[in-house]
């Protein structure tokens, strides 16, 4: 199965906040990440946090770590239409020529309705 | 600051014909890069990385292959197209394993 396991889908009003959730497997992870993919668009970067925080804040945008659950968290403030997208969570996982792989969840569909 | 393009932008292929996907990245020098492939189920597949000129992994075989001519440019290419290659196909960069940037992708439809 998946090493990173994401929800595939949620629904929120505008205005409302928005968590999507995901597990990792990988405890040697240095970094954790959040792509957001619009439609027809690339990936693009939205957050990471480092593997000794718990916390991250950006704006909106707030990052929980759970290293013992391995459970990984965003939280959009006030959703608004444009953040209706997929949004992927990314685990960083060193290997043995420190190439940097990333291992993807599916990815969670994210639909703001007005 | 850095720049990652893809071209084209979308292409629509016949079977058993060649392909050529270019990605070329401005603004840093000696990138990792990456290939991927997002097929409709969305998840995103790893097919190639290179860390350096002409050094080329693969990550699972396929019909596809990766060269590495120049130290900012990655290509993806087939000599025979089939149906399951259709899919979108995303570039990536990053500084010596850390944070992977993404390109804006290719939608490429394989008939």
């Known amino acids: 199965g998946e090493d990173v396991e994401q929800s595939l889908f949620l629904s929120v009003r505008e205005g409302d906040s928005s968590v999507i959730n995901c597990t990792y497997t990988?405890?040697?992870?240095?970094?954790l990440y959040w792509y957001k993919q619009e439609p027809g668009a690339g990936l693009q970067l939205l957050t990471y946090i480092f593997s000794n925080m718990d916390m991250k804040q950006d704006q909106r945008l707030t990052v929980l770590l759970n290293k013992k659950d391995k459970h990984l968290s965003l939280r959009i403030a006030d959703t608004q239409t444009g953040d209706s997208a997929i949004y992927f969570c990314?685990?960083?996982?060193?290997?043995?020529?420190?190439?940097?792989?990333?291992?993807f969840g599916a990815g969670t569909q994210v639909v703001v309705t007005p | 600051s850095q720049t990652i393009h893809q071209w084209p932008a979308t292409l629509v292929q016949p079977v058993g014909s060649p392909l050529s996907l270019e990605c070329t990245v401005e603004g840093t020098s000696n990138p990792n890069l990456y290939w991927y492939r997002q097929a409709a189920g969305r998840g995103l597949q790893l097919l190639f990385y290179?860390?350096?000129?002409?050094?080329i992994s693969s990550e699972v075989p396929q019909n596809l292959s990766a060269s590495r001519p120049q130290d900012r440019q990655f290509i993806l290419s087939s000599k025979k197209l089939l149906l399951s290659d259709s899919g979108f196909y995303l570039c990536?960069?990053?500084?010596?394993?850390?944070?992977?940037?993404f390109g804006p992708g290719t939608r490429l439809t394989v008939l």
């Open positions: 290179s860390v350096g000129i002409g050094q």
């Open positions: 990536a960069w990053s500084a010596a394993g850390d944070t992977q940037y």
């Open positions: 990988d405890s040697s992870s240095t970094y």
């Open positions: 990314a685990e960083s996982q060193m290997t043995t020529d420190s190439w940097g792989k990333l291992q």
